[in-house]
């Protein structure tokens, strides 16, 4: 056997002609899920098991700010110590042509689910909560015989946390722009994700049906975002498409597919079967319902599965369409029945017997980060605190709760959660929620009979959303009660002494002129004598013509009771003001 010499980073290592992905990630002294990752990120799709050549393995070492050398069963280490360079090969891996990954961006009502929606001939876009697509999906298609994958991702949350973790579940970006708009903030935002993730980009201007489309100012927007169209000397194909007609759709599928080509997209589908989750929630009929995307080898109906926090055994596999399946290869989304737990959105996923040592790709830690950053806003001295227990039907979704509700800026006020779970609302939230008296905020999901009594019982109100962004407004809403009001002061008028009519030891009776503004009951007031405010009272009655009055206004006389310690002189400048509550917005 050979010996496998555990490395320093920045140091010669020495691999072996042939060598098993465990077995790398011990010489390079990495986590195996590391090293996996840094494979995916090369669009190689291997598991622990599966064995790479010397020149895949290389490239990696070096990327991985190593140098390399081959080393033979029969060869001494010190004749060979001179890195060799090395080109990706295909090698034992027996990788194929794979279809490509796409996931479809762009500002929220300029089409992509619609158009998602042409492409699968299903009605989908119409049945999607306040038009928002709300949880991560991902399709197949066939265009000219050739398999696609599309994903649809929730905004750009998904997209710019898979490219965290160094995953690269897409291939291809179609960056949908509405023809009658325009780029705008999250288009812009868009952009900067696909350029950030270094994949190809494909603009769809749509609404093209419409004649308020303008082709020409959205291409001059774009190159203004920085995003060079091949008809301008670049390398982004732009394609004019109407979702709702159809119009062009066939031809951005063909130039997907000419870009697929030109990328030589290609994976293994013998082996252990590797892949991504994209959607994950519990089913109360079925159990833990996942959604992955395979992205090497082949998942079969009773393999083993195994991720950083769960694993089971498949029981049963369904397509994008529901239909129950026995297999699923390279680039196609799968739902899996049969994890013992839901796993995280992101999580990488492998069958085969032996699990992989720490598949942790961060994002177990990342939500508990994301929760201690929340959390941690709300214990800081003088902040005040707004309970939540947060129940949603998925990962993918209370992920985006979590990552909206970071974003709240917490200067007076914060959120803090009490608990975010994945399922429906039981009675233990309910009792949860009176004790602490935090607000219960469901995402597409039920509270059950006993919740329901309970809640009712108690008085405890169960907040249900169908739509994030309106459960984040409820958040922000029930922030604003708590924060203290603002305090304006509103200046009334002035009036000039003529006549002191009584004095007493912290009171006075005073007549005199309104010079400007008006004066009203309960009003506070400046004593102000030779431009130098000596003190300060307050109104305690007003008369005028030996009558109480509820306003006098500029240019009349009246009578006024003052209350305070100062002694008021006649030509001394009564000055009146209120000082009003202002509710705060965050």
């Known amino acids: 056997m050979i010996s496998m010499p555990v490395a320093k980073n920045n140091s010669i290592i020495q691999i072996p002609n042939m060598v098993r992905i465990k077995d790398l990630a011990g010489i390079l002294n990495l986590p195996v899920a590391r090293l996996i990752k840094e494979l995916i990120k090369n669009?190689?799709?291997?598991?622990?098991?599966?064995?790479?050549?010397?020149?895949?393995?290389?490239?990696?070492?070096?990327?991985?700010?190593?140098?390399?050398v081959s080393k033979t069963k029969n060869e001494d280490p010190k004749e060979s110590q001179t890195p060799k360079s090395a080109s990706k090969k295909e090698g034992v891996l027996k990788l194929s042509p794979r279809p490509p990954v796409v996931a479809i961006m762009g500002h929220v009502d300029h089409g992509k689910t619609t158009l998602l929606d042409y492409i699968r001939k299903t009605k989908v876009a119409e049945s999607e909560a306040g038009g928002i697509t709300q949880s991560i999906g991902a399709y197949q298609i066939e265009s000219k015989k050739k398999p696609i994958t599309f994903i649809d991702t929730p905004g750009h949350e998904a997209f710019q946390s898979m490219r965290e973790r160094g995953a690269r579940l897409t291939d291809i970006a179609v960056l949908v722009v509405a023809g009658d708009d325009g780029v705008k903030p999250q288009t812009a935002e868009a952009i900067k994700h696909i350029q950030s993730a270094k994949i190809p980009m494909i603009v769809a201007i749509n609404k093209m049906d419409k004649p308020e489309a303008r082709v020409d100012k959205i291409k001059q927007e774009l190159a203004k975002a920085n995003v060079q169209i091949e008809e301008w000397?670049?390398?982004?194909?732009?394609?004019?498409?109407?979702?709702?007609?159809?119009?062009?759709?066939?031809?951005?599928?063909?130039?997907?597919?000419?870009?697929?080509?030109?990328?030589?997209?290609?994976?293994?589908?013998?082996?252990?079967?590797?892949?991504?989750?994209?959607e994950s929630h519990l089913s109360a009929s079925r159990g833990p319902e996942v959604s992955i995307l395979v992205q090497g080898g082949t998942f079969?109906?009773?393999?083993?599965?195994?991720?950083?926090?769960?694993?089971?055994?498949i029981k049963k596999m369904e397509d994008y369409r529901g239909q129950s399946i026995l297999r699923a290869g390279p680039a196609m989304p799968v739902k899996i029945i049969g994890f013992n737990d839901v796993p995280l959105v992101g999580s990488l996923v492998q069958t085969g017997k032996e699990k992989t040592a720490s598949l942790i790709d961060g994002k177990t830690r990342q939500e508990q980060k994301t929760l201690d950053a929340i959390n941690q806003k709300a214990l800081r001295p003088k902040i005040k605190k707004l309970n939540l227990i947060i129940k949603a039907d998925g990962q993918g979704a209370k992920e985006a709760i979590l990552e909206n509700l970071a974003a709240i800026p917490a200067q007076e006020v914060a959120p803090y959660i009490i608990e975010a779970k994945v399922g429906a609302i039981t009675e233990t939230d309910i009792l949860k929620s009176q004790i602490t008296n935090a607000k219960i905020l469901g995402f597409r999901v039920k509270a059950t009979n006993v919740a329901k009594s309970l809640a009712k019982q108690l008085g405890v109100k169960i907040n249900l959303y169908a739509i994030i962004y309106e459960l984040i407004d409820t958040v922000k809403e029930g922030l604003e009660e708590i924060l203290e009001p603002e305090e304006e002061i509103r200046e009334l008028g002035a009036m000039q002494i003529l006549e002191i009519f009584r004095t007493e030891k912290d009171k006075m009776i005073v007549g005199g002129k309104i010079t400007q503004g008006i004066v009203e009951p309960q009003a506070l007031i400046r004593v102000r004598r030779s431009g130098e405010i000596l003190g300060e009272g307050i109104l305690g009655e007003l008369q005028c013509n030996k009558q109480k009055a509820k306003t006098v206004k500029s240019g009349q006389e009246c009578g006024i009771k003052f209350i305070g310690g100062i002694k008021i002189a006649v030509n001394d400048t009564l000055e009146f003001y209120k000082i009003e509550k202002k509710k705060k917005s965050l």
């Open 43 to 68: 669009n190689i799709y291997a598991t622990i098991n599966e064995e790479i050549d010397y020149e895949t393995a290389a490239i990696i070492a070096e990327d991985l700010g190593f140098s390399a």
């Open 300 to 313: 079969r109906v009773g393999n083993l599965i195994h991720t950083d926090t769960t694993d089971g055994k």
């Open 233 to 278: 000397g670049g390398d982004t194909p732009v394609q004019e498409i109407s979702a709702k007609t159809g119009q062009g759709v066939d031809s951005l599928l063909a130039t997907i597919l000419l870009v697929a080509e030109m990328e030589e997209l290609k994976a293994s589908e013998s082996g252990d079967g590797l892949g991504t989750v994209i």
